[in-house]
């Protein structure tokens, strides 16, 4: 009975999915999408693509589909290419922005690249939904798509199961429908690390293809900007300096609300709402040598919703020190305001104008993520002298060198240019190539592990501070943009950052750690103690430890926008949710992090149990790993939850460096228990897996394989079936990353 309810409500929730969707297409086909600040400069406003080709004459289309970026610098790239190699007139866009539904009109001149990664568990980005129900309406019979010829390029990562699962998709229709392909089908697997150089090899070939095919003439790769630089005088109330999207700039006036007060969205990925941190603390205990905070957001003051098991978007923004460095690698005016033109009237622009150099490098681009050969080769034009030409062409001809001295460092943009120089800052590179060769600056997602049924109005995320020291001398550590500003956030809130003057600069004592979230507050009033000036030592912290903050922010924002500690947010729906009926039995596997939604699913759970405590509840079986004691997340609350709903939740914990015992993993614990989780499947337990991508969900998938193998005497293959169902029903529903 109960496994047939909650078909039939899978089934109504992906359909309540698909009409959200929908719903969303409906409104951007009326307002069209975007920020106002991105909008195409001129063109007739119209959203069919082959109107907009030959309303400005191009005889290229690029477009990509991308959840965080990466398809669509590669996008960007590969047109500007195309560009300054053959003069080429290309056009390069979102899918989003426009209609596809008239592309059998597309004159026979043009040819269309399509750059299109993979998310969720195999399916299109977010950007390009509109596109997939596009082509899945074609009738094959029809032919349609005879006259396009198009080169696609894949981004995935093999990790996970369903590898570049829309670029295939996509291929197979377009192909079905009758377009043609051009060169070979390119795939990139972040999974192996190696998307930039699968880019550079299908790249290599593919423009000779195109080359071939449209008998065109090569010339020497010279930049050439696509965008106008005005310098401005001052300052205007109109200028971006920082401000996430335009609503936020003083000269717009109010912000969208309704009647009662309230900032209204949608938000998402171009408008944030600017949410007030209320409550940051840290989760690990001092003798872990990492850091993992919890942080709250209020959104109250807004009316933005979330359901259990979404996702948090964060806007970060860059740390002063990596600001500095990029600023001085390029010897760059941080100061200069400037406006920006398309001069192609196609092109979207890259962030919001008018703005500041330094907010441009502050807040919109991406400065310290790993550098590309292409940038290399890209820069040897602007080499200041033989030595570091020849450098370059090196660096940019030979993937291996480039791996060993860059990559494998983890150099960043700045880092990379130093060291190509020798640490001379570089005069030569304009700014209008800075901008279009840096990949713009992306929000940042987390599990959200707090219960929309009991906070409401506020959002709880857990996240683990990257920040990975490399031993060997002179190399830089691998710093999180977000997690870091977010560690920043913690330290600040509770006194521990404010009294740094410059003598101590890089040296603060972070000495709540092994305080209760409780205590946090009381640690707000208590006397900051530092190295330099003794105080007595305030009772309460029991371990004090020396940190050095590998990095800092401007934590007041663009105008005093985050001051009091707010940060830009949005929520991203996903289709991780509990069963509809609470009879239902769950397993939850969720080792590190992983465990965040979970948290939201037992609170949630705890709150229903207290609206109806004469329902009994079906199991909750939650299996959770840490390497110790001391990075246990939530350890005392889970007692309270287990006490709360009364025995129908059960916590199994796996820790995995414990000193002297062999190393135990979540999936350990679950063969353990493989009997009860057999009857819980029996009973129609619905599965959920949350975590590491690689090594984790894969074990897991394997163990739960065994589980039916040996529960039900089947075969392995029978087995693989049956949890290939699981996962196609909506009762073995991942959220890995
Ligand atoms: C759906 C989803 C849910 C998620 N949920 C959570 C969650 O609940 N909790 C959580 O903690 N995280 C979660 N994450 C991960 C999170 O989104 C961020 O990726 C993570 O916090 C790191 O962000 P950051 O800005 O601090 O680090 P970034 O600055 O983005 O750096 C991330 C990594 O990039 C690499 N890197 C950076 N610079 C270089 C370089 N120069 N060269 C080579 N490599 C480099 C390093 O491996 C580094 O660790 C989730 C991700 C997704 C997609
Ligand atoms: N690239 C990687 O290799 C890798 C690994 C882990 C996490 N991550 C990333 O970092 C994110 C945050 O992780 P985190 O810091 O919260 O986790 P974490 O603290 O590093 O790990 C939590 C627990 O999971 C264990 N674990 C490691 N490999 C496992 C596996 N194959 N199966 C089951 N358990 C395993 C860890 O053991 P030990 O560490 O003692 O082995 C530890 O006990 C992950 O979601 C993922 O994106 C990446
Ligand atoms: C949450 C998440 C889910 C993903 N799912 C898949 C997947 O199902 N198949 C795949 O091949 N790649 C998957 N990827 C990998 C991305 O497609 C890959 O990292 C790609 O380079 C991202 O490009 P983009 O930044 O343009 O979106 C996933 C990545 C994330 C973060
Ligand atoms: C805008 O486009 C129209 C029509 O294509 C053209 O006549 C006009 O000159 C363009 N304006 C600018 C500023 O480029
Ligand atoms: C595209 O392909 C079709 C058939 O495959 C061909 O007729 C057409 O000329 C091609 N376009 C170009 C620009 O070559
Ligand atoms: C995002 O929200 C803004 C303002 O709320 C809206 O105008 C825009 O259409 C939305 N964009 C998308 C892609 O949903
Ligand atoms: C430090 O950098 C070297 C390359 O120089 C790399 O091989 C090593 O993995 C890095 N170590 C860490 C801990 O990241
Ligand atoms: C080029 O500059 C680097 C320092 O940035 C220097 O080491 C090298 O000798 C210079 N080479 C020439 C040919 O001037
Ligand atoms: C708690 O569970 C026990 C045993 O399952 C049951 O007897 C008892 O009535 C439950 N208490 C409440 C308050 O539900
Ligand atoms: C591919 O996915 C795995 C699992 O999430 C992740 O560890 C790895 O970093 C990803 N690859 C890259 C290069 O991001
Ligand atoms: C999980 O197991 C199924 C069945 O064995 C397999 O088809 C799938 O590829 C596995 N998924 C992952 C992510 O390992």
């Known amino acids: 009975m109960v496994d047939k309810i909650d078909i039939v409500v899978v089934t109504v929730f992906t359909i309540a999915v698909a009409i959200y969707f929908n719903i969303n297409l409906l409104k951007d086909l009326i307002t069209g999408a975007g920020d106002e600040a991105f909008k195409l400069q001129n063109s007739s406003g119209s959203r069919d693509i082959v109107t907009v080709l030959k309303e400005n004459d191009k005889n290229y289309l690029v477009v990509y589909g991308s959840q965080t970026g990466t398809a669509e610098d ?41 750059f299109l990664s993979t998310y969720g568990e195999g399916e299109y980005p977010d950007n390009a939904l509109q596109f997939e129900t596009w082509l899945k309406s ?59 150089e699968d880019y550079l090899s299908w790249n290599e070939k593919v423009i000779e293809q195109i080359k071939t095919f449209l008998k065109l003439d090569e010339q020497d790769l010279k930049f050439e900007s696509s965008f106008e630089v005005t310098k401005l005088d001052t300052l205007e109330d109109n200028v971006f300096v920082g401000e996430p999207s335009s609503q936020y700039l003083p000269s717009s006036g109010k912000l969208p609300s309704n009647d009662e007060g309230l900032q209204t969205g949608p938000f998402n990925t171009t408008y944030p709402y600017v949410a007030p941190i209320v409550k940051s603390y840290e989760l690990f205990d001092s003798k872990s040598e990492r850091n993992c905070i919890h942080t709250e957001f209020d959104v109250s003051g807004s009316n933005l919703k979330y359901s259990t ?86 660096l940019s001809k030979d993937k291996d060198q480039f791996a060993k001295e860059i990559i494998s460092k983890y150099f960043n943009i700045a880092d990379t240019l130093y060291y ?13 190539f800075v901008l279009e060769f840096t990949s713009k600056l992306q929000p940042r997602y987390y599990s959200i592990s707090s219960s929309a049924l009991t906070e409401k109005q506020t959002i709880h995320i857990t996240s683990i501070v990257e920040n990975t020291p490399n031993d060997t001398e002179g190399l830089p550590p691998v710093v999180g943009v977000a997690t870091n500003l977010l560690r920043n956030i913690q330290l600040d809130k509770a006194g521990l950052l404010k009294e740094e003057t410059s003598e101590v600069k890089d040296k603060v004592v972070t000495n709540i750690k092994d305080e209760k979230k409780e205590d946090v507050e009381a640690a707000n009033e208590e006397t900051v103690e530092k190295k330099e000036t003794p105080t007595p030592t305030p009772k309460k912290l029991v371990t004090k430890k020396e940190h050095e903050l590998p990095v800092h922010y401007d934590l007041n924002g663009p105008r005093d926008l985050f001051k009091d500690y707010k ?171």
């Open 74 to 114: 590669y996008a960007k790239r590969f047109a500007k290419e195309l560009i300054s190699k053959f003069k080429l007139n290309v056009m390069c866009a979102d899918l989003e922005d426009y209609d596809f539904d008239n592309l059998h009109n597309l004159p026979s001149n043009v040819v269309i690249s399509l």
């Open 138 to 196: 074609l009738d094959p019979f029809e032919s349609n798509l005879g006259n396009v010829n198009f080169t696609i390029f894949g981004l995935g990562n093999s990790t996970y199961e369903h590898f570049n699962g829309a670029a295939r998709n996509a291929w197979k229709l377009l192909k079905a429908n009758g377009a043609h392909l051009v060169g070979k089908f390119g795939l990139a697997d972040d999974g192996a690390g190696t998307t930039d």
């Open 309 to 394: 098991g979404d996702h948090l978007a964060i806007w970060p923004s860059n740390a002063n020190e990596k600001v500095e460095q990029f600023i001085k690698a390029l010897s760059l005016d941080g100061d200069m305001i400037f406006d920006l033109k398309a001069k192609d009237p196609t092109m979207k622009l890259p962030f919001p104008t008018p703005t500041t150099v330094e907010a441009a490098v502050r807040h919109y681009l991406e400065i310290t993520g790993p550098v590309s050969r292409q940038l290399l080769r890209s820069l040897i034009q602007f080499a200041p002298n033989e030595t570091i030409k020849e450098k370059l062409v090196d």
């Open 567 to 737: 940060l830009p947010i949005h929520v991203r729906k996903s289709t991780f949710r509990l069963p509809t009926n609470p009879q239902t039995p769950v397993i939850m596997i969720g080792p590190g992090t992983g465990v965040a939604p979970f948290r939201g699913f037992i609170k949630e759970r705890v709150k229903f149990q207290e609206l109806n405590p004469d329902i009994k509840l079906g199991k909750h079986l939650l299996f959770y790993g840490s390497r110790d004691g001391n990075d246990f997340l939530y350890r005392d609350e889970w007692e309270e939850y287990k006490t709360k709903l009364n025995g129908s939740f059960e916590m199994v914990v796996a820790h995995s460096r414990l000193p002297n015992k062999p190393k135990v993993y979540v999936q350990d614990k679950l063969k353990e228990k493989e009997e009860e989780v057999m009857e819980l499947l029996k009973k129609g337990a619905f599965i959920y897996v949350c975590g590491d991508a690689k090594n984790m969900a894969k074990d897991v998938n394997a163990t739960i394989v065994g589980t039916y193998t040996r529960g039900l005497k089947i075969e392995d293959t029978e087995a693989r079936e049956m949890v290939k169902m699981l996962k196609s029903q909506g009762k073995y529903q991942e959220d890995i990353w």
């Open 420 to 432: 190509v120089s020798e640490g001379k800052p570089w005069t030569t590179v304009p700014w209008e």
